[in-house]
């Protein structure tokens, strides 16, 4: 939109009671993310100059949100429901402040995509005063009717107050608008409540704005795209549309996925190309995996960054914190945590790995495991290039594994080893001839006599 400013209302009152919840319905995810977040990030790829977010009432967990992902958004509390224009004036002096263009957008409805609202906002450079988005669901019940004449956008009707002829029309209101900046608050303002809710209705600035001789457009849309989340079954419904784009950008992107429907991403997923992700991977917030590596079956990821070449599963779990560079193996039934797995090396069963760095080129025998909290703090282990921890040993934080050192198997190493040291930390064996046979006879005698 060249240098035009924009300022963006997002409207989060709702309160979402078929969500059955404590938590705001803003508030609930998809892909990782916020409904509130996905609006906010969908904005910013807009262009979004300034940005104010509406709340209800005693909010502040809805109001730190959006601070958190805009942190110079201002918030606004719209303290009485009347209406969709009240909840937008409720961000009087955001509009008063001026923008060239204004965008009213509602956080329950989290998959608008950036180049949508950049089409909804165009109209507004050729001269509109107001442009709505439409769609056309399959069953247009409850939607507000949008009226056109050509080209030309005459009124939005709610379906109250929606004639026969009115409610056959089958394009209906998105919600979402644009309002050119210099006559935003004008039009706000001249909204009454003379309807069947006596509410003040954003949708009643179409008349208004032709009634100053103004223009007002429809731009249309897909009905996925617009989708509202009021429920449970359509957070679900909305998190398979989101999945479903962010699978088939995955592979746009040079990734496969061998079984599509079985992986999740979060939306911050980031891939690299020649990526094979096997079914039944889920990835959390936060991970980012480069080129060329390989994700076996049944591996859950969260915070983790993999580099090229690298190997994990199936059944791996990688924890926030945890980085793996170039060619590392995280093998069957592994749990990284907050640790740094160096260049080539191998972690490859049954083992735990938490608050640690390996170095490269180790391999960590089988059932190793990092003792890394004592009951009220985490402790590190560091564990040097090319050391060998055998099967089934215990490291005990905090500790420090020396380069080259070995560990013998069933090993519970509360020191420190040094450099190219071998470390054996278990009781001597002891075997005692025809223990086994005495034992049986003692039992059976003794089961015998209780049987008697």
Known sequence: MGDRSLLVVVLAAGEGTRMASRLPKVLHRIAGRTMLHHVLAA????????TAVVVGPDREDVAAEALAQVPDARIFVQRERLGTAHAVLAARDALADGADDVLVLYADTPLVRPETLARLRAPLANGAAVAVLGFRPADPTGYGRLLTD?????AIREEKDASPAERAVDFCNAGLMALAGDRALGLLERIGNANAKGEYY???????ARADGVSAVAEETGAEEVAGVNS???????EAIL????????????????????????ADTRLGRDVIIE????????????????????????????????????????????????????????EVKASQVEEGAKINHLSYVGDARVGAHSNLGA??????????????????????????????????????????????????????????????QQVKEGWATAYRELKGRAKKAKEA
């Open 43 to 50: 904005t910013r790829a807009a262009g979004a100059t300034r």
């Open 150 to 154: 050509g080209p030309a956008l005459i």
């Open 202 to 208: 954003l949708t009643d600035a179409v008349e208004i």
């Open 232 to 238: 449970r079954l359509q957070l679900a419904e909305a």
């Open 243 to 266: 999945q479903d784009r962010l699978r088939r950008a995955a592979m746009a992107g040079g990734a496969t996925l061998v079984a599509p429907e079985t992986v999740f991403f979060s």
């Open 279 to 334: 079914p039944n991977v889920v990835f959390g917030p936060g991970v980012s995996v480069g080129d060329d590596v390989v994700i076996h079956a049944f591996c859950h990821l969260e915070g983790a960054e993999l580099a090229s070449g690298v190997t994990i599963g199936p059944f791996a779990r990688l924890r926030p914190g945890t980085t793996l560079a170039k060619d590392v193996r995280i093998g069957n039934f592994v």
């Open 367 to 428: 059932g190793t495991v990092t003792c890394n909290y004592d009951g009220f703090f985490k402790h590190r282990t560091e564990i040097g290039e090319g050391a060998f921890v055998g099967v089934h040993s215990a490291l005990v934080a905090p500790v420090t594994i020396g380069k080259g050192a070995f560990i013998g198997t069933g090993s519970v190493i509360t020191s420190n080893v040094p450099d190219d040291a071998l470390a054996v930390a278990r009781s001597r």
